[in-house]
């Protein structure tokens, strides 16, 4: 089983129901693939670095997950079956990309707290 993290971003027209529906439909589809959900964030509406497709903003969501490699090409497809999502990036995490990822997500926790 290999790490990876994807981030991918939702059309800033949709609700907030309808990014949760969005976001849960791509962990129930790693979830039928059989990987195991890491976390889940969501980084909410930001700002987009240059327009796509005439949006200047987007709902941002990243997700780390451990399946094997076959799943990023079904979870690829899903993504580019979807109107809703305007782009996203999958990568294979190494060692130190997971060591970094754990600490990040503990000084966010301790932040919030």
């Not at 790490?3 to 949760?20: G, H, K, M, R, W």
């Not at 890491?38 to 200047?56: F, H, R, S, T």
């Not at 941002?60 to 580019?80: H, R």
Request: glycine share 4%; hydrophobic share 40%.
């Amino acid at each position: 089983m290999n790490n990876y993290e994807t981030v991918f971003i939702l059309t800033p027209v949709l609700s907030d129901a309808q990014v949760e529906e969005a976001v849960n439909k791509y962990v129930d589809l790693l979830k039928e693939k059989n990987c195991e959900i890491v976390a889940k964030e969501n980084w909410g509406l930001k700002k987009l670095a240059y327009p796509i497709q005439l949006k200047k903003n987007g709902f941002y969501t990243l997700i780390e997950f451990k399946g094997e490699g076959t799943v990023v090409a079904d979870l690829e497809l899903a993504f580019k079956r979807d109107e809703r999502v305007i782009r996203y990036l999958t990568t294979k995490l190494d060692k130190h990309a997971v060591e970094y990822a754990v600490t990040r997500r503990a000084k966010v926790k301790a932040s919030k707290a």
